[in-house]
């Protein structure tokens, strides 16, 4: 929709002056542009038929970022308020039509979510995700593997093994911190991993990683909190911590992790409640903590009584040995919560993780567990003690890492003809996920629009940043592609930067200006 | 430990005058409580070796519950800075002790904690578990059943065929909304309950009831929310309520479930922002609202433009009949959120129940849910997908009915026998529990204590009350016993509310008052 539409071109250009935005205010600005335009539609002002200014438009007009628009019109239009219309843009209901027959009004729930809702970083990884879904596309974006070519991972054998218990076993409810059976299971197992004196009373069973820092995240942080992250992050983290309101203070990411100066500065400036870290082939940079750092990092968290959360999900999937101890391992005075799952061994889709929390803590975790989900589900705890126990999961690890390793090394072979064209791919010591600088001019969600069309995809690295605004990286899953898919997708992906670049010099040459 | 102990006397009278209680704040009485004796302790006024005032004592002297410092006395445990003592009390440690060797001083995590991590009813709730955990214990006291008599609960079946997929499909990730294929699955089983014109768009799986009140309870409350609910209600729902810092409104209950009138006053008086309902079979009084009054109930919520949340948990578990329709069903202008699950037909263990919302707030909940629990177990989706589709789930629930109106049947045919008492049970015409009224001057509390060295226990009903004030009652649950523990059960709880009303009257004959 542009100026040369002809239906209320006088009313639509003034809609941008009937709205009043206040930056300063703790309201995000698409939740004041959607009260205000619901307002207007509701008290008539803007009637049935009306057609709104596009979403450029009005981003144009008002100053602020297109998708805050479009933020705004997806929760008018799930209000049943307005309806997009291709071609035609996006026009008023009103209010009378939206109730259905007989029933009233409907109920506007997008005014009473309190919740941060929106994501700013949201229709960039809805874009990814449709783009990754074209048919015939080769996908590097995902976040994890495919494990079901392993010979040695048997889960239709323990699945089968945990049903060998009695059906109450798996029917009654069950311990909110888990089955100890289990527990004392992945006691051991850390301990094996240097967590000697680990008392199983301190592992508690999650869904996942994902709840595992939901959970700590809830405990620990107000609105208006800050935690310290590695800038880039895991974006599942970003995503908790900025629905809870915190503070998010991103600390650069160098060969060997998180920067420690950078942490005492921002340790040092203000009210950190939490240190949120992923020590181990970082995601997304493949970086490893060097043991050093991590005891600095520990003094720190000492000198500030600040909590570190070490997200230690890839520390098993180690290409060349075992990865320096983990933090936890170093603790010695209870300043660690420590996450591990079964996720990037087996695939995310059954289920399962684990907690490592100091003593004291773990009454509280405990409750807030309860609170979200009374308890993680029985024949899931089964399984995972099956698989645990009878080492066709150590096994599986064993080959998983030679099969990762192997298809990071093509990959990176493959990556290494593209250094002519000016990227560069970090080389992980284990996990899933090559990071690579892009040439200087080349912006990763160009370079996705571009690669798209052509049949690749991946993860714009601006996704992992906690301002969005560094577009010179993406990431690359080396593990989830199928066989033979690596050399193509990288053909296709070198094609998509010579197309970038050539472009770039067409449009300098277009402007008059010198080429490079 | 009393006024006749030796050490500290002189000093342990003196800490109720070192602290400062504000009553008016909204941090809460055992935190401020615990903040202030750690900085005593931390800033050494309160050496090691010091000997705090007991618990009662200290409640006494501060004018406060007792459990409120128990609840201090804790968290001060937990952080390694006191430690109690059978027979001596409970005494510092200071904090250079409780830091282990060569580690420094230890995270005080109690202090960082910022959710509500102490519920009033813990200690009761607890006391219940502790009692019905004793040797030869008959527990009444349990909130589910036990399925594993059905001769049609073929579990280990549908598990094995949900095996039967390729293993890709159960370790991938999937959908945070659920299974498409389950979604449909359950929209028609709910279109069959009187939902038609259901799209399984708004279906969302969850990992039980207790998840889907979280979700809900999180996105549309914020601390000092009021949110409206039955009186007596849920606990697991007044646990989410209480843990987000909403103000819970108990709307008292009849025959015919929440009184409309006194919610119509509450929803007028201010700004309520839910309405928590429980209609079928309502968890812990067994009543069954009539349609009419659902229909007045949603009248009040479009009025006031306030959210229904309804718990229909036990909706399929009826005796004489189906229920009346849900709200849901009767919901023209999406102000419903519906609520149910397996846990009340298969017992808790397995973990899956399922949200179906209004259109417009599926984002909400998809993105809240994503941050909590990227999504559900897929084996877990698979199986469920099994039970519902092959008809073995309906079998067992035609035969569970059966079952449980039989022992329904049975304790109330017991309990009539303690109707001489002033024992008076509900007749619920469908769920788990039975409701009765004690006589008065008999406290739920106090029959509890009498009843378990009996060897019966039972849920005493002030846990189900918003302001825990009502002790007249308590709840039965008839699901769960083993075959014969009914009737030896009810005897033994018989035989526990003569022996209070014999001390009752001992008592009053001590007092040298007249008898009844």
Chains 1, 2 share one sequence.
Not at 242 to 247: F, K, N
Request: neutral net charge.
């Amino acid at each position: 929709m542009g100026a040369n539409n002809e239906a209320n071109q006088a009313n639509w250009m003034e809609v941008p002056l009937l709205l009043e935005l206040d930056r300063a205010s703790r309201v995000p600005l698409y939740r004041q542009i959607y009260r205000q335009l619901a307002a207007l539609i509701l008290g008539g002002q803007l009637p049935e038929g009306f057609r709104l200014p596009s979403e450029r438009e009005l981003a144009r007009r008002l100053g602020v970022n297109r998708t805050t628009v479009v933020a705004a019109y997806q929760e008018l239009s799930a209000d049943g308020l307005v309806e997009g219309h291709v071609g035609r843009g996006t026009i008023v209901i009103g209010r009378r039509r939206a109730g259905r027959a007989g029933g009233g009004p409907p109920l506007l729930w997008s005014g009473l979510v309190q919740a941060r809702l929106h994501v700013p970083w949201g229709p960039l990884l809805q874009r990814v995700g449709t783009l990754s879904a074209r048919p015939g596309v080769i996908s590097f974006a995902s976040g994890i593997l495919d494990p079901t070519q392993s010979p040695h991972l048997k889960l239709e054998q323990a699945v089968v093994r945990a049903l060998s218990r009695p059906a109450w076993q798996l029917l009654e409810d069950s311990p909110t911190e888990g089955w100890q059976e289990l527990r004392e299971e992945i006691a051991r197992r850390l301990a094996g991993r240097g967590c000697d004196k680990l008392s199983a009373r301190c592992v508690l069973i999650v869904s996942g990683s994902q709840q595992g820092i939901y959970l700590v995240a809830q405990l620990l942080l107000r609105p208006g909190d800050a935690v310290l992250v590695e800038n880039p992050t895991y974006l599942g983290a970003l995503e908790v911590f900025y629905r809870l309101g915190a503070r998010i203070i991103g600390i650069p990411v160098d060969a060997e992790g998180m920067q420690v100066e950078a942490a005492q500065r921002a340790l040092a400036g203000g009210q950190v409640r939490l240190i949120y870290v992923n020590p181990n082939y970082h995601n997304p940079t493949g970086t490893t903590m060097p043991t050093e750092r991590r005891l600095r990092l520990l003094e720190l968290a000492r000198r500030y009584q600040v909590p570190i959360l070490e997200d230690d999900l890839y520390g098993e999937l180690s290409f060349e040995g075992a990865p320096p101890p983990s933090i936890r391992a170093l603790d010695q005075g209870g300043y660690v919560v420590y996450l591990g799952g079964l996720s990037p061994l087996l695939g995310p889709g059954l289920r399962l993780g684990w907690l490592v929390v100091p003593r004291a803590l773990v009454p509280a975790v405990v409750a807030m567990r309860k609170s979200i989900d009374l308890h993680h589900s029985n024949l899931l705890q089964a399984v995972a003690l099956e698989l645990l126990r009878d080492g066709s999961l150590d096994a599986h690890i064993r080959w998983l890492r030679h099969a990762c390793a192997a298809r990071r090394d093509e990959m990176l072979a493959e990556l290494s003809r593209l250094q002519p064209l000016g990227l560069q791919a970090g080389v992980p010591g284990g996990g899933l996920h090559i990071w690579c600088s892009l040439p200087e001019g080349c912006a990763d969600q160009e370079l996705l629009e571009e690669a798209a069309p052509l049949g690749v995809t991946f993860m714009p690295g601006q996704l992992f940043f906690v301002d969005g605004s560094s577009q010179g990286f993406i990431r690359l899953n080396f593990a989830a592609p199928g066989p033979g898919q690596i050399p193509e997708g990288v053909r296709r992906l070198g094609e998509a930067l010579r197309a970038l670049q050539a472009k770039a010099v067409g449009a300098e040459e277009q402007a008059g200006r010198p080429l490079i």
